[in-house]
């Protein structure tokens, strides 16, 4: 499926240029990737889209604030894992991703198959996130979540 969202990433930009679902369900399957990776991409996108839906935001009450410290109950934390949950933290805390983007982010997260998220998959969750909601992220962000940690060496 990850790799499914990836190449939707890399090849459509959001909102007019990504074609309807029946289409793009016909171009995937003419790239090469196998029908059930598609139909679960293309079910991860549709949730992605109402979750990016202005109908579909949570309440005033229930919204995150600025600055507010999320929690995460035991079911999040299980399907999440370590990993991901301290690459969230370090988003929040380098104030590179809204709360509104997190919440959505974290929602995605856990309609992925599977648990814990690994940090590559989550790191897709979060491009693909930024990407419905027409936003980039800043230059170093886009780097850390873009770029291959493995080559990095410890100074």
Excluded at 124 to 131: G, T
């Amino acid at each position: 499926m990850f790799e499914v969202l990836t190449f939707v990433y890399e090849n459509y930009d959001p909102g007019e240029s990504c074609p309807e679902p029946a289409h793009l369900q016909r171009k995937l399957s003419a790239v090469g990737f196998e029908s059930d990776e598609i139909g679960d991409a293309l079910a991860w996108l549709q949730g992605l889209e109402g979750a990016a839906h202005p109908a579909a935001q949570l309440p005033a009450l229930i919204a995150p604030q600025p600055g507010s410290m999320r929690i995460y109950p035991r079911h999040e934390q299980f399907h999440l894992g370590t990993q991901a949950l301290g690459y969230l933290g370090f988003l929040e805390n380098a104030c590179a991703m809204p709360a509104q983007i997190r919440e959505v982010v974290i929602e995605r997260a856990l309609a992925a198959p599977g648990g814990p998220v690994p940090l590559a998959d989550l790191k897709i969750i979060v491009l693909m996130v930024y990407w419905r909601f027409g936003q980039e992220p800043d230059a170093l962000l886009l780097d850390e979540l873009c770029g291959d940690s493995s080559d990095l060496v410890v100074h």
